[in-house]
């Protein structure tokens, strides 16, 4: 059984802060691990994912992601952060099917 | 580019009620999902389906019953509605019929109240 972490519910910044947001995961096999954003009242929108490779994976918007086997997590990062980066952020894994198992979400709020 | 598009939006029903949620894809990608988001909570699989007449249960199967009809659509049906029930219900699709990670799409949720 996988499971997913995210241990911050709510992460508050100022526009053009740095943030990290965090996820640590449990699965003892290959997994791939995602980052999905949700602005209020949409649907989830993909950022990024990992599988293998460079632990440290590029995704849309200046987000970036790295993975570490050691602490078993998957942190978002980016470096300089918009007031549109305001949302729900959701962290998922999944194993050898292509159900995706979500983290309960952190909510970012950047204050201007 | 394509769309998920979900039906209705915004759904009031009474306690005991039938209620049926619809969904309908254009990537035509294989597999559709139905999840439940709970407020300040994750998603929650209901069903999914790696083609037409497919049906796999997810974590949250019981009290829902779901269809593909064909492969771009995609219902969930609430059997019996729980008073005072209040959920966010999210229609995805991912271009594969089996395999992890696959991108997920979503559509933008139909929202659920019981009165």
């Known amino acids: 059984t996988q499971t997913v972490s995210q241990s911050d519910a709510h992460v508050t910044v100022f526009e053009g802060d740095s943030v990290e947001l965090r996820c640590n995961y449990s699965?003892?096999?290959?997994?791939?691990l995602s980052w999905y954003i949700q602005h209020h009242g949409r649907g989830l929108q993909f950022l990024l994912k990992y599988y293998s490779g460079n632990p440290v994976v590029q995704g849309v918007n200046g987000f970036e992601a790295e993975f570490s086997k050691s602490d078993s997590s998957f942190h978002l990062r980016k470096a300089s952060v918009h007031w549109s980066d305001s949302a729900v952020y959701f962290c998922a894994v999944s194993a050898n099917t292509g159900k995706l198992t979500f983290g309960d979400g952190t909510v970012l709020t950047v204050k201007p | 580019g394509g769309i998920i598009t979900q039906t209705p939006k915004f759904l009031i029903g009474q306690e005991g009620q039938k209620l049926t949620l619809k969904c309908q894809q254009n990537?035509?990608?294989?597999?559709m999902y139905w999840y439940r988001q709970d407020s300040g909570k994750g998603l929650r699989l209901i069903y999914y389906s790696i083609t037409e007449n497919d049906l796999q249960k997810g974590d949250l199967s019981e009290g829902y019953d779901a269809s593909r009809e064909k492969k771009s659509s995609f219902s969930l049906t609430v059997t019996s509605a729980q008073k005072n029930e209040m959920a966010v219900f999210l229609c995805a699709s991912s271009a594969r019929g089996q395999g992890a990670g696959d991108t997920q799409y979503f559509g933008p949720g139909t929202r659920l109240l019981v009165l």
């Open positions: 699965y003892g096999g290959s997994i791939y």
């Open positions: 990537f035509n990608h294989d597999t």
